[in-house]
């Protein structure tokens, strides 16, 4: 298991930009795969993006393909997600999250550790 850390949320207007950094802990950060979740009030949480244990894959949801990118540092043990052209409907808690498999189509069963989430606001 490896213990998270989500930073970087806060309050933002429509078409800004922020960037969420996940720290982990332990020396074996570099063999999970890590995601992003979000979970807006009242909705399930949701697949955001997730990167393979090198940096050189990754995966989107659809809809926010283009818009969000997702990237780590092993070195540093970190993962980050950059938003930009937000949007009020991108309001939701956003989670960090790691997995032993890489695969495409993730699920929340797929990721046996959480982070404890950071608040996302934007405002139109």
């Known amino acids: 298991q490896v213990q998270l850390v989500e930073s970087g949320g806060g309050l933002v207007q429509a078409g800004g930009s922020l960037r969420l950094s996940c720290a982990a802990s332990?020396?074996?950060?570099?063999?999970?795969?890590m995601g992003w979740f979000r979970q807006a009030p009242g909705e399930e949480r949701d697949f955001v993006a997730a990167?393979?244990?090198?940096?050189?894959?990754?995966y989107y949801a659809g809809s926010l393909k283009g818009r969000f990118t997702i990237s780590r540092d092993n070195a540093k043990n970190t993962v980050h997600l950059q938003m930009n052209s937000l949007k009020p409907e991108d309001t939701a808690v956003y989670y960090c999250?790691?997995?032993?498999?890489?695969?495409?189509?993730?699920?929340?069963?797929?990721?046996?550790?959480w982070g404890q989430g950071t608040q996302v606001t934007v405002s139109s």
């Open positions: 990167i393979n244990w090198s940096g050189n894959s990754t």
């Open positions: 999250a790691a997995s032993g498999s890489w695969k495409l189509d993730y699920g929340v069963w797929d990721f046996g550790s």
């Open positions: 332990g020396r074996t950060f570099s063999r999970y795969a």
